[in-house]
């Protein structure tokens, strides 16, 4: 108790205005990622840029960029999820060894010093240098902030919470496009300070990130973890609250964190991130194959067209036949529209449902991109042909890249986010949601590398590409990704438990599984582990092998009492 500095705001916040703080913080790290995404767009752009200091293509005076090196351009931008993979990785083993605070402290100073870095770039190789240093730490921060904010928010209020993060992710997106809107127009956008200045804006919330995480309360169940009890229980009791109907609920919660905490210390060998990957030793968890899921789902949240539309936006728009400065302004219209239109995700989220979610998205977005694409086809062919033709099918393209991206801000936005924090067992979460970043980074650093390869020899096609990519996610999400909605994390060990891969055998074998142990569904819905992590079974065959070889079983409660070596024995049986 010692340890929690008198001016951590856990002393004078509790329950729900706790939640609201510990969210603000966390959307503070979300807004810098969404600020660092939707930068790059006005960067490529700029002439001073492109033409004197990555020297990979020219702009004439009416600003419209010709990139000659396109592999170069895509690189540069690509290198920076090079850095993501490589950053989320060591930010979960991080996280699990000195705590999330720390490790959200550490982000910030890496991703702090490769802003300096990329503001003060004189070349590609410095550049290139700093992008990878910048991706590094926000590799960090994407991997234990949203671990960090789960861990601390309810199961019933989590969908929500994060929802309402991805709103400040785009609202770094439209902060980074209008600032630029407006560099450009000073000195007709060709002085240096065009492109460092928005660069450099970033180091601001980076800055007050690091100085204010300091005054808040670390993860209970990392506290847990590393014997510091007294302080989880506290955090967890001024999150949860002591009095009227909230008394008992910090400490069932707590109780549950020690009994997981312990089961951990005998199946760390198995959450490697080796061992997560391939499955190893995971059993009727089947832990590899939720890795493969996440990773999959965030490789095709950017190939349905979200990174094309947010980092190459302008280019989408000069094809379709705007002149420099309508791109810029309608660039940066487009993405009001995407803030606005997360907020129908807070509240549709947890009525309908993920498969829905991602369901009525894949088919907006592609019927929108399909369009898109037809009409900036139109426009270009007709820009010379007939003026009045191609103007109007280029405002019509516009309209559909607006629908696009609002369908994705109301849907796949959030899901293959939220997806990770809820299927993953409590003991490889920090770690799953570190997978999921992997899944994120290697769709982003692929797509934004052939993006400009892509738009050079194909124009408007492109956009069909995109368009094929939603009707493929249709299938896929049917098929393969369970129903996470409305159900426990305990209740997801039971719907993954399952040999087969195919969701409608998993709905079936979890109803099942439900119908014969009715105690293991009461044990779910209190929070208790139904799957036992050191056999991969469900925790009734585990007790009544137990019980037949004369073993006692340890109720919960008295779980920091039990007979390590009768677990032990019980193994070898």
């Not at 065009?194 to 670390?218: G, K, M, S």
């Not at 998993?506 to 056999?535: C, H, M, Y």
Request: proline share 3%; glycine share 10%; with cysteine.
């Amino acid at each position: 108790m010692d340890r929690i500095s008198k001016w951590n705001v856990v002393h004078r916040f509790e329950k729900r205005g706790l939640l609201i703080a510990i969210n603000c913080v966390a959307s503070l790290a979300i807004f810098f990622f969404g600020y660092d995404q939707g930068m790059m767009a006005g960067v490529n752009t700029a002439k001073d840029y492109v033409e004197n200091t990555m020297k990979f293509g020219t702009v004439d005076r009416h600003g419209t960029v010709t990139i000659d090196k396109t592999t170069l351009q895509g690189g540069i931008i690509a290198i920076y999820y090079l850095g993501t993979l490589i950053g989320c990785m060591f930010g979960g083993w991080v996280g699990d060894k000195v705590g999330r605070i720390k490790t959200i402290a550490l982000g910030a100073v890496w991703a702090v010093l490769g802003a300096a870095l990329q503001t003060s770039a004189m070349n590609k190789e410095w550049m290139i240098c700093a992008r990878l240093v910048n991706g590094f730490g926000t590799g960090i921060l994407n991997a234990i902030v949203p671990v960090w904010a789960t861990e601390t928010s309810e199961h019933t209020s989590r969908g929500q919470f994060i929802a309402i993060e991805f709103t400040l992710n785009i609202f770094g997106v439209v902060v980074a496009y209008w600032l630029e809107f407006g560099m450009a127009q000073i000195g007709r956008g060709e002085g240096a300070i065009t492109w460092r200045f928005p660069i450099a804006f970033q180091i601001i919330p980076l800055l007050f990130l690091f100085v204010i995480v300091w005054f808040f309360p670390e993860s209970p169940r990392w506290l847990t973890k590393v014997g510091r009890e007294d302080e989880a229980r506290y955090i967890l009791g001024r999150l949860r609250g002591e009095t009227g109907e909230d008394t008992g609920k910090a400490e069932a919660e707590f109780q549950d964190i020690r009994n997981v905490v312990a089961l951990e210390k005998k199946t760390s060998s198995r959450n490697s991130y080796w061992a997560m990957f391939f499955g190893i030793g995971s059993g009727k968890l089947h832990t590899g194959r939720r890795v493969q899921l996440v990773i999959w789902l965030q490789i095709m949240q950017e190939w349905i067209g979200i990174a094309g539309v947010t980092i190459y936006a302008p280019t989408i728009f000069s094809l379709a036949g705007f002149d420099a400065h309508k791109v810029g302004w309608i660039s940066g219209l487009n993405e009001i529209f995407y803030l606005f239109s997360t907020l129908i995700c807070v509240f549709t989220l947890d009525r309908i449902g993920r498969r829905w979610t991602l369901y009525y998205g894949s088919v907006l977005q592609g019927i929108f991109m399909f369009l898109a694409g037809g009409l900036a086809t139109i426009a270009k062919d007709s820009k010379d042909i007939d003026p009045a033709r191609a103007t109007a099918a280029g405002s019509a393209c516009a309209a559909m890249v607006f629908l696009f991206t609002f369908a994705f801000g109301a849907t796949w936005l959030t899901v293959p986010w939220l997806y990770p924090a809820e299927i993953f067992p409590l003991e490889v979460r920090a770690k799953g949601n570190a997978w999921g970043v992997v899944g994120w980074s290697i769709g982003n650093g692929w797509l934004t590398l052939l993006c400009p390869v892509m738009f050079k020899a194909l124009g408007p096609s492109t956009l069909y590409i995109f368009g094929a990519c939603n009707v493929i996610t249709i299938p896929m999400v049917w098929a393969l990704y369970p129903e996470s909605n409305q159900r426990t994390l305990e209740e997801m060990d039971l719907l993954f438990a399952s040999d087969s891969i195919w969701t409608w055998e998993a709905e079936k074998n979890f109803a099942r599984l439900k119908e014969e142990n009715p105690d293991l569904v009461q044990a779910a819905a209190r929070g208790a582990s139904v799957i036992d992590p050191e056999t991969g079974l469900p925790r009734d065959t585990v007790s009544t092998r137990r019980a037949s070889c004369g073993l006692s079983l340890v109720p919960r409660d008295d779980m920091d009492s039990f007979d390590e070596k009768a677990i032990i024995e019980s193994e070898k049986i």
